[in-house]
């Protein structure tokens, strides 16, 4: 089973900028597309961003488009999210999920490998 780990999070003022890193492990990152997911307290889960298996396919939310850029390096097994101008809305725990085979789904119920979360705090 895949193992996934997030980092980078951390507080920044708004129109910051942060670059939060998923590393992968216990399986081949080529085989998965994978997903940035975000929840905001009280809110639900949501779609941030997903890449396909050989980043050829990206796709965002609307409320990051622009602003977010999603990437991934399969020879050291990590995936990146790389988020600029900032806001305070953009506040929530990052997840980064893995999609066995899959092609960039925008939908939580695709992917069946999670991470821990990594805490995104911005300040107005």
């Known amino acids: 089973q895949v193992q996934l780990v997030e980092s980078g999070g951390g507080l920044v003022q708004a129109g910051g900028s942060l670059t939060l890193s998923c590393a992968v492990s216990?399986?081949?990152?080529?085989?998965?597309?994978m997903g940035w997911f975000r929840q905001a307290p009280g809110k639900e889960r949501e779609f941030v961003s997903a890449i396909g298996r050989n980043a050829g396919f990206t796709r965002y939310a609307d409320s990051v488009e622009g602003r977010f850029s999603i990437s991934r390096d399969n020879a050291i097994n990590t995936v990146y999210l790389q988020m600029s101008s900032l806001k305070p809305e953009d506040t929530a725990v990052y997840y980064c999920?893995?999609?066995?085979?899959?092609?960039?789904?925008?939908?939580?119920?695709?992917?069946?490998?999670w991470g821990q979360g990594t805490q995104v705090t911005v300040s107005s």
């Open positions: 999920a893995a999609d066995f085979g899959g092609y960039g789904s925008s939908a939580i119920r695709s992917y069946d490998s």
């Open positions: 216990g399986r081949t990152l080529s085989d998965y597309a």
